[in-house]
């Protein structure tokens, strides 16, 4: 295991390192790995049995263990190319990752070595750091699989959260320096990973990248660059960006708009360009390292890297284009006043990017659905739909009891054409399974882009519908409510959580004693 103070040593000479110029990482393994020609006995190794049930070739994870001498060069090559940060070789290293090959039972050694691997080639160079790559999954929070039942989730956010809680922690063993959760497409799937990172590695710090699908600027859950940004603000990362995607030209407005919006460092390693017929990238490492020399001249990035296509000449050809070049500065993050990670209040310390003064909260709040709200001092009324309320509306409430949740999706869409800005769900009453309910109905309004692209308003009274309802919601919503009825414990408790799925609150004036009479 890694010391405390070693931990601690590496971070700070990252955040350093992030000050001084601008910081680069490596390029694709995937590129690297097939220009190997690996045989199926290369990815067996004496490991896997030649009978095992399932097909193993083309699992880049497995490696780690069956050919740690390739992963191993494939590091050093990018180091001796330039790269300041290598990624380790566990992309799909998940539970749910690996159940395609059948092989869940060795991800715990797959993160663990891919770790170990990329920690023995950086210390080699010396003064070079390893991010433990933390992937997609090849299923969806937000999204159903089933055409004809869009409420249905092939995984549950708790199973998401354990597949990555077991990944991270093999990563953090291996002695990882700070933790990548890459190429987001679907930003509750993140969430869970963040949670995970944040139970079983608090000490890493993250470094969150999203990757936006076509030229409309969204995420595959459909996303825009914004609200995907205020979904995980709540995470403190310290480092935000795009990847994967497009190409650099075209990833270019959707890193601008990152820089202008995170009080942060920004990150952009893009493909190769745009695949070609064949599935292949053409670009140079010349054509992509003038794009990121221009990215870097315009202020926008602190740490460029290449994705898809892309080469050790291309991290080459990036290293010299950006060499020289100063970082984009990082504006004084504002926090409102509330608890942190360690559950201390904070305030803004510095000048901050919209001019608040040194010392002073920001007055601006900002949620997610698809898309962002802001409210902020000129913002008038925020209208709130309620409809969607069974204590509140008999109509709403006699379709879910009725179990007809699609027709109850229709007042949410009224409500949304009303012009509500926020939409509030509860589900509290006596012949409901609540938490199912809740469950159920969110999973459903997910699917409808013109209800989801509003922030959810989770109502209950009830602690277990309310965790039920965030574990639902990829955007930033809002818990209505807690107070303090059960006493301080139980509330910070409760506030803790809420704050770790990245929602806001409503805290109603009561205590153990009664309603506040002031």
Same mark, same amino acid.
């Given at each position: 295991?890694?010391?405390?103070?070693?931990?601690?040593?590496?971070?700070?000479?990252?955040?350093?390192?992030?000050?001084?110029?601008?910081?680069?990482?490596?390029?694709?393994?995937?590129?690297?790995?097939?220009?190997?020609?690996?045989?199926?006995?290369?990815?067996?190794?004496?490991?896997?049995?030649?009978?095992?049930?399932?097909?193993?070739?083309?699992?880049?994870?497995?490696?780690?263990?069956?050919?740690?001498?390739?992963?191993?060069?494939?590091?050093?090559?990018?180091?001796?190319?330039?790269?300041?940060?290598?990624?380790?070789?566990? @992309?799909?290293?998940?539970?749910?990752?690996?159940?395609?090959?059948?092989?869940?039972?060795?991800?715990?050694?797959?993160?663990?070595?891919?770790?170990?691997?990329?920690?023995?080639?950086?210390?080699?160079?010396?003064?070079?750091?390893?991010?433990?790559?933390?992937?997609?999954?090849? %299923?969806?929070?937000?999204?159903?699989?089933?055409?004809?039942?869009?409420?249905?989730?092939?995984?549950?956010?708790?199973?998401?959260?354990?597949?990555?809680?077991?990944?991270?922690?093999?990563?953090?063993?291996?002695?990882?320096?700070?933790?990548?959760?890459?190429?987001?497409?679907?930003?509750?799937?993140?969430?869970?990973?963040?949670?995970?990172?944040?139970?079983?590695?608090?000490?890493?710090?993250?470094?969150?990248?999203?990757?936006?699908?076509?030229?409309?600027?969204?995420?595959?859950?459909?996303?825009?660059?914004?609200?995907?940004?205020?979904?995980?603000?709540?995470?403190?990362?310290?480092?935000?960006?795009?990847?994967?995607?497009?190409?650099?030209?075209?990833?270019?407005?959707?890193?601008?708009?990152?820089?202008?919006?995170?009080?942060?460092?920004?990150?952009?390693?893009?493909?190769?360009?745009?695949?070609?017929? @064949?599935?292949?990238?053409?670009?140079?490492?010349?054509?992509?390292?003038?794009?990121?020399?221009?990215?870097?001249?315009?202020?926008?990035?602190?740490?460029?890297?290449?994705?898809?296509?892309?080469?050790?000449?291309?991290?080459?050809?990036?290293?010299?284009? %950006?060499?020289?070049?100063?970082?984009?500065?990082?504006?004084?993050?504002?926090?409102?006043?509330?608890?942190?990670?360690?559950?201390?209040?904070?305030?803004?310390?510095?000048?901050?990017?919209?001019?608040?003064?040194?010392?002073?909260?920001?007055?601006?709040?900002?949620?997610?659905?698809?898309?962002?709200?802001?409210?902020?001092?000129?913002?008038? @009324?925020?209208?709130?739909?309620?409809?969607?309320?069974?204590?509140?509306?008999?109509?709403?409430?006699?379709?879910?009891?009725?179990?007809?949740?699609?027709?109850?999706?229709?007042?949410?869409?009224?409500?949304?054409?009303?012009?509500?800005?926020?939409?509030?769900?509860?589900?509290?009453?006596?012949?409901?399974?609540?938490?199912?309910?809740?469950?159920?109905?969110?999973?459903?309004?997910?699917?409808?882009?013109?209800?989801?692209?509003?922030?959810?308003?989770?109502?209950?009274?009830?602690?277990?519908?309310?965790?039920?309802?965030?574990?639902?919601?990829?955007?930033?919503?809002?818990?209505?409510?807690?107070?303090?009825?059960?006493?301080?414990?139980?509330?910070?408790?409760?506030?803790?959580?809420?704050?770790?799925?990245?929602?806001?609150?409503?805290?109603?004036?009561?205590?153990?004693?009664?309603?506040?009479?002031?």
């Amino acid at each position: 295991m890694v010391s405390k103070a070693s931990r601690s040593k590496a971070e700070a000479a990252l955040r350093n390192l992030l000050t001084e110029r601008i910081v680069v990482l490596d390029g694709a393994w995937g590129t690297m790995l097939q220009a190997a020609r690996l045989s199926p006995a290369d990815y067996r190794g004496e490991l896997i049995d030649p009978d095992h049930p399932n097909d193993v070739t083309g699992d880049p994870d497995l490696l780690n263990l069956t050919r740690p001498d390739l992963v191993l060069d494939v590091h050093r090559r990018y180091l001796a190319a330039g790269a300041d940060i290598t990624t380790t070789n566990t @992309f799909t290293a998940t539970r749910i990752g690996q159940a395609d090959y059948g092989l869940q039972a060795l991800v715990r050694d797959m993160n663990l070595q891919g770790a170990r691997l990329a920690r023995q080639a950086a210390d080699e160079v010396g003064g070079r750091f390893v991010a433990g790559s933390v992937g997609p999954l090849n %299923v969806t929070l937000s999204l159903s699989p089933r055409v004809e039942d869009p409420a249905y989730r092939a995984v549950t956010f708790d199973e998401v959260k354990s597949a990555y809680a077991e990944q991270i922690a093999a990563l953090a063993e291996g002695g990882v320096d700070l933790l990548l959760i890459e190429t987001i497409f679907d930003t509750l799937n993140a969430k869970a990973a963040v949670s995970a990172a944040r139970e079983v590695a608090p000490e890493l710090p993250l470094w969150i990248s999203v990757t936006i699908v076509d030229l409309s600027g969204r995420t595959l859950s459909g996303q825009t660059v914004e609200a995907f940004w205020r979904s995980v603000e709540h995470a403190d990362p310290l480092v935000v960006g795009v990847n994967c995607s497009l190409g650099a030209a075209d990833m270019r407005p959707h890193v601008a708009e990152l820089s202008r919006l995170a009080a942060t460092h920004v990150a952009a390693y893009p493909n190769a360009g745009l695949p070609n017929a @064949f599935g292949g990238y053409d670009q140079t490492p010349g054509e992509m390292a003038e794009l990121l020399g221009e990215f870097a001249g315009a202020g926008l990035v602190n740490i460029v890297g290449g994705c898809c296509g892309t080469s050790p000449a291309h991290i080459e050809a990036v290293a010299r284009a %950006v060499r020289g070049a100063a970082p984009r500065p990082v504006a004084n993050r504002v926090h409102a006043v509330g608890p942190t990670r360690a559950g201390a209040a904070t305030l803004a310390v510095g000048p901050t990017r919209d001019g608040t003064a040194a010392g002073t909260v920001a007055s601006v709040t900002h949620f997610s659905g698809l898309e962002p709200l802001t409210i902020g001092p000129d913002s008038g @009324f925020i209208m709130i739909g309620e409809r969607t309320n069974v204590t509140g509306s008999a109509r709403f409430r006699r379709l879910i009891e009725a179990g007809d949740f699609q027709a109850a999706v229709d007042v949410a869409l009224e409500q949304v054409r009303g012009g509500a800005n926020l939409l509030d769900v509860n589900m509290d009453a006596d012949l409901l399974d609540s938490e199912r309910a809740m469950t159920t109905f969110l999973n459903l309004i997910a699917t409808e882009p013109e209800v989801a692209r509003i922030p959810v308003m989770i109502d209950s009274s009830k602690w277990s519908v309310l965790e039920a309802g965030l574990k639902c919601v990829q955007g930033k919503g809002v818990v209505n409510s807690i107070s303090l009825k059960e006493g301080e414990e139980v509330f910070l408790a409760q506030a803790r959580a809420i704050r770790n799925y990245g929602a806001g609150v409503v805290v109603m004036a009561f205590d153990e004693r009664g309603q506040a009479e002031t």
